[in-house]
T-cell receptor, first 109, second 112 residues
Framework: QKEVEQDPGPLSVPEGAIVSLNCTYS??????FMWYRQYSRKGPELLMY????GNKEDGRFTAQVDKSSKYISLFIRDSQPSDSATYLC?????????FGTGTRLTVIP | EADIYQTPRYLVIGTGKKITLECSQT?????MYWYQQDPGMELHLIHY???????EKGDLSSESTVSRIRTEHFPLTLESARPSHTSQYLC???????????FGSGTRLTVV
């Protein structure tokens, strides 16, 4: 079983839609949860960073963690074409991060 | 603007050649990492370092080696490249005590 499961998509939405991206995990020891955004031919960039269950909001982005269900989500409100990218969830282990496979998102103008 | 630099961006090389992928960061981060990324697959850690003269192998078995002689520099070397090494290699760094990594733009390696 993979440590982190993420639906690879692809996901296509019209501009202005609300996007929901999700990951599940199996290791209850994970404590820090991150979302990275990766544009084509670029490295991942840190988008959101959370610790413990609950919600964290940053502009149009909301990260949600439910440790009891081992489930994390990223919501994007009023999605824009510039949000088109691959979104990777990541969780902290003892020495490094464990990444999901990434969900490829396309926002259509 | 990137504070972590990887060169070359793209490399096509013949089987059996020795290659070194360069990674440098200007942020003074103690921790540095090398990840391998294939399409549709999660990032796999192949090497990491917690400081000068400290290197460890990651979860993914790799035939590469790394060195950390200076804080800012973390090169990865393949002694004899094989087609199975074809992949994207990402370098990252983070300060001690933090979990948010800064990634470079990657080196896309093709071994023919």
């Amino acid at each position: 079983q993979k440590e982190v499961e993420q639906d690879p998509g692809p996901l296509s939405v019209p501009e202005g839609a609300i996007v929901s991206l999700n990951c599940t995990y199996s290791n209850s020891a994970f404590q820090y949860f991150m979302w990275y955004r990766q544009y084509s031919r670029k490295g991942p960039e840190l988008l959101m960073y959370t610790y413990s269950s609950g919600n964290k909001e940053d502009g149009r982005f909301t990260a949600q963690v439910d440790k009891s269900s081992k489930y994390i989500s990223l919501f994007i409100r009023d999605s824009q074409p510039s949000d088109s990218a691959t979104y990777l969830c990541a969780m902290s282990g003892a020495n490094n991060l464990f990444f999901g496979t990434g969900t490829r998102l396309t926002v259509i103008p | 603007e990137a504070d972590i630099y990887q060169t070359p961006r793209y490399l096509v090389i013949g089987t059996g050649k020795k290659i070194t992928l360069e990674c440098s960061q200007t942020m003074g981060h103690d921790k540095m990492y090398w990840y391998q990324q294939d399409p549709g697959m999660e990032l796999h850690l192949i090497h990491y370092s917690y400081g000068v003269n400290s290197t460890e192998k990651g979860d993914l078995s790799s035939e590469s080696t790394v060195s950390r002689i200076r804080t800012e520099h973390f090169p990865l070397t393949l002694e004899s490249a094989r087609p199975s090494h074809t992949s994207q290699y990402l370098c990252a760094s983070s300060p001690t005590g933090a979990y948010g990594y800064t990634f470079g733009s990657g080196t896309r390696l093709t071994v023919v």
